[in-house]
């Protein structure tokens, strides 16, 4: 077991077929206010921070996929966008990856990767629900 | 727009097979504690609650179906299960479906349902980004 838990859900990944389109609604039917917008090229995709909740709070993420080689634009072709993981925040992850795979967990990193939140792992999601989980410990800036 | 906004998300739904299996994960690799365990027969599942965060925190939520008429069996068959829903909370149900509708939003309920929460509405993937969103207003109780 993960001996310093999970303290929250970071965040949800929504993967749209285009951001504009898709604040339109987050932001302005719902009135939800973007924190920044990040090109993050590691993974193919542009990224809208939704924050809600304020501390503890947890953020929606939109993944806007801009290399149609990446896994998130594979995901939106094969799937039409929707949901796409869910990240837990927890406080060590070298730590947490260590005690996840003693006990047997499925995960698909074998060291943290870096993510544009800070460094994260991702669990398959036949251990986990039918879920992909992300595991993610923030860097001190974030 | 929502004139009283989104105060945060409330919970993540995971639709799952077997919830014993599920919480040997959740609760017994991760180390996320139940609050309990439901029975709703109005949505034709069990549903168990892992709150995170604390105060203003969000809620995993994993939905085992109990009743294989429902929507929920039926998404199990179709997708093996996974993510099914993001619910957010609002303050105002009543006000928030009737300044959606008034928006345009594809609004799937003429009237708040009872949820397990309190009082919800759900709005169709085409107009969210491809997510199945739910709104609710807690209960005072809850």
Partial sequence: MLSEGVKRIDHVAVVVRDLDTALHFYRDMLGITPSHVLDFPQEGVRIAFLPLGGTNGSEI??????????????????????????????????????????????????????????????????????????????????
Same sequence: chains 1, 2.
Avoid at 107 to 125: K, M, N, Q, S, W
């Fill in 61 to 142: 993420e939109l993944l806007e996929p801009v290399n149609p080689e990446g896994s998130v634009a594979r995901f939106l072709e094969q799937r039409g966008g929707g949901l796409h993981h869910i990240c837990l925040e927890v406080p060590d992850i070298d730590r947490a990856l260590a005690e996840l795979r003693a006990a047997g967990a499925q995960v698909l990193d074998a060291a943290p990767r870096p993510t544009a939140e800070g460094r994260g792992i991702f669990l398959h999601p036949k251990g986990t629900g039918g879920v992909l989980l992300e595991l993610v410990q923030r860097t001190e800036a974030q």
